[in-house]
Structure formats: C-alpha cells, structure tokens
C-alpha cells in the first residue's frame, strides 16, 4: 500500500484527491493547506485522512510513500526538494520549478536517490494526446510540419507566473510527448494588459532541427474559451478540440502535392488534395486519474515516468528563453540541450 500525502488543496488539489482516493494500492494520509476553512469539509467527505497546515506533519510520517505537489509555482522547489530529502516519491503541478536551476537540482536529487519524480502534465494523460501521439508514430500524419495552438479564456489570473507559465507550458509539454524533434530556438513575445500583474497575452513561436515549427497563442482576457490545436502533417492534417464533446479529434486527408513540370526554367506546381475527415473514437478515461495511476506504477515498479522530471526540466527551460525572448521584445533566444 503506497502511502501519500497532499501538499495544496486550493484550485487543483480536490481532483488529485479524488483520483488518489480511487486508486488501488494507494491510500492518502494526509492533506496540507493553508487554511483550516478550506479543510474542513474534507473531515467529513475523507473521514479517514489526516489534514493539517504544517507541511513537516506529512515529511516526518513514516507511513507517507508519496508526496503530492499543488500549490503555486514559487513553491514547488523548496517542498519538493525536502520532501526528495525526506526519501519521498514526488509528483509535482507543472511547471515543475520557477527556474532551470532548481529543476536541474530536483532531477539531481531524485536520480542521487534512486526516487520518482513527475510532473503532472495533465494533457499528455488524454486519450486524445496519447490517440494522436499513436497517429504519428505509425505514420498516418506524415512528418509534422507545424503546430498551431489557441489557449485562450478569461482568466484565471495568477500572480505568481505569467500566462505562458500558465497556458504555454500545457504545449510545450504536449510537443516534447508528441515530437521526437527538439527546440532549437524560441521567440516570444507578450504584454501585460492588467496593472502590476504578469504578462496576460503571449504569442510564442519554437523553431525545431526538422522541418516543424510550432506557435502557440495564450490569453487570459479572451471572451471566449478556446482550446484548439492544428498538426498539419506532409500527408494529412488534424484538429485536437479539448472542448468538443464527442469528436476531440477530427483528420483531414487535405494538403499539397508538390509537382515538377518537365518545361526548363518553369515554376514547380502545386496540386491540392481534398479527400475525407474521419474521427477516431477515444476512450473515456479520465487523464487524472490515468495520470495517478501511472505515478504509483512508475514507484512500485521503479519505472521511469512518462511526464518525468527531466521532461519537466526541458519545459522550464522552453519556459525561460521564452521570458528571456519576451524581455527583449521577441528577440530569437537558442536552446542549449546540453
């Protein structure tokens, strides 16, 4: 039985709890928050788990296996790094650190261990993201010539992060699972349209080895919330909708074909090809709880993690060039891989 504590019960932690809850093998002992009011209703839903507001009452429990990550960015580091000290298992909220320096240490210390660490990278645990990531690697989209997003809404503000640690960063994870190709380069650029708050509008282009290029839009002053995401691939081409109910996912046999004219000196032309849309049927599982239940076979079966901490590390990394970009009003920033 994998024993886990929960560090954060605001926005995002009564989800991790149910899924947690639900797991097999698993059972959670504690919940930390900063406010008893925010804990009180868990004694009499969860009448079986610890809650406190000391985060030494869950590292000090020899019971806790796992410790659990929600609270905000500027956090991460130092909780996650006390509870690897302590000898625990980590999954975190993404993004995994606010600097590449703190994530490198994170991964140093997991690995000097022998610990897991993940990032919950929620979007990869989709049976849409996984469903596309299957498309790809057998081919049926042909070499991904670029990615298009839109991850737009209205709010919710942070004050910690701006909007592309907040929005971008669900892409830039989504691209590493998808891609094999890695950033080269990033441009950014941003404004902060509210007073003495983050960058809430952010235009972000990655430029790749291969022949792709990705850009990603996020706001959080949209009227509308949108959610969407365009592969075009060199034999077919994709819509990922998060919102859509039913059909997530939609392929159109659409695109170009390339043909060179015998005549010397002519212009190579250009056919388009205008063939059928098919959407494939997903599962329904939820991607938390595929998400919990990966973290707890990654620790029983000391099995590296799919969102894992070095996957979280390339994320800051995109994250911070990107800031960097931003600052120097879209400046091309190079990604060393080093």
Same mark, same amino acid.
């Given at each position: 039985?994998?024993?886990?504590?929960?560090?954060?019960?605001?926005?995002?932690?009564?989800?991790?709890?149910?899924?947690?809850?639900?797991?097999?093998?698993?059972?959670?002992?504690?919940?930390?928050?900063?406010?008893?009011?925010?804990?009180?209703?868990?004694?009499?839903?969860?009448?079986?788990?610890?809650?406190?507001?000391?985060?030494?009452?869950?590292?000090?429990?020899?019971?806790?296996?796992?410790?659990?990550?929600?609270?905000?960015?500027?956090?991460?580091?130092?909780?996650?790094?006390?509870?690897?000290?302590?000898?625990?298992?980590?999954?975190?909220?993404?993004?995994?650190?606010?600097?590449?320096?703190?994530?490198?240490?994170?991964?140093?210390?997991?690995?000097?261990?022998?610990?897991?660490?993940?990032?919950?990278?929620?979007?990869?645990?989709?049976?849409?993201?996984?469903?596309?990531?299957?498309?790809?690697?057998?081919?049926?989209?042909?070499?991904?010539?670029?990615?298009?997003?839109?991850?737009?809404?209205?709010?919710?503000?942070?004050?910690?992060?701006?909007?592309?640690?907040? %929005?971008? #960063?669900?892409?830039?994870?989504? =691209? !590493?699972?998808?891609?094999?190709?890695? &950033?080269?380069?990033? +441009?950014?650029?941003?404004?902060?349209?509210?007073?003495?708050?983050?960058?809430?509008?952010?235009?972000?282009?990655?430029?790749?080895?291969?022949?792709?290029?990705?850009?990603?839009?996020?706001?959080?002053?949209?009227?509308?919330?949108?959610?969407?995401?365009?592969?075009?691939?060199?034999?077919?081409?994709?819509?990922?909708?998060?919102?859509?109910?039913?059909?997530?996912?939609?392929?159109?046999?659409?695109?170009?074909?390339?043909?060179?004219?015998?005549?010397?000196?002519?212009?190579?032309?250009?056919?388009?090809?205008?063939?059928?849309?098919?959407?494939?049927?997903?599962?329904?599982?939820?991607? %938390?709880? #595929?998400?919990?239940?990966?973290? =707890? !076979?990654?620790?029983?079966?000391?099995? &590296?993690?799919?969102? +894992?901490?070095?996957?979280?590390?390339?994320?800051?990394?995109?994250?911070?060039?990107?800031?960097?970009?931003?600052?120097?009003?879209?400046?091309?920033?190079?990604?060393?891989?080093?």
């Amino acid at each position: 039985m994998i024993g886990i504590g929960l560090i954060g019960y605001g926005y995002w932690g009564p989800n991790l709890m149910r899924n947690f809850s639900r797991q097999d093998g698993c059972k959670v002992h504690w919940v930390v928050g900063r406010r008893e009011s925010r804990l009180d209703p868990l004694r009499s839903q969860y009448p079986g788990v610890k809650v406190s507001t000391h985060f030494d009452d869950v590292v000090t429990d020899q019971s806790v296996d796992a410790v659990v990550i929600a609270t905000p960015v500027l956090s991460h580091y130092p909780l996650a790094l006390r509870a690897l000290e302590a000898g625990k298992h980590v999954l975190v909220e993404k993004p995994m650190t606010s600097t590449v320096d703190e994530g490198q240490r994170l991964v140093d210390e997991a690995k000097r261990r022998g610990l897991v660490l993940m990032v919950d990278h929620t979007f990869v645990y989709t049976p849409a993201v996984r469903r596309i990531r299957d498309l790809i690697q057998h081919g049926q989209i042909g070499d991904v010539l670029y990615y298009d997003s839109t991850r737009i809404n209205l709010g919710l503000f942070q004050n910690d992060v701006n909007v592309l640690w907040d %929005l971008a #960063a669900h892409d830039l994870s989504i =691209l !590493d699972y998808l891609i094999d190709d890695v &950033p080269t380069a990033v +441009s950014a650029v941003g404004k902060c349209l509210v007073p003495n708050a983050p960058e809430s509008i952010a235009y972000l282009t990655l430029f790749f080895g291969g022949p792709a290029i990705a850009h990603i839009n996020v706001n959080w002053l949209a009227p509308v919330k949108t959610r969407r995401v365009i592969i075009g691939g060199s034999r077919k081409m994709l819509v990922y909708d998060e919102l859509e109910p039913s059909e997530k996912i939609k392929i159109y046999d659409k695109g170009i074909d390339m043909v060179e004219t015998p005549e010397e000196g002519q212009m190579t032309r250009v056919n388009y090809r205008v063939g059928d849309m098919w959407a494939p049927a997903l599962d329904s599982t939820e991607a %938390l709880h #595929a998400m919990a239940a990966h973290f =707890l !076979d990654c620790i029983r079966n000391r099995k &590296p993690a799919e969102t +894992s901490g070095e996957m979280g590390l390339r994320v800051v990394k995109l994250l911070e060039a990107a800031n960097r970009s931003m600052r120097q009003n879209g400046q091309s920033i190079n990604i060393s891989h080093s």
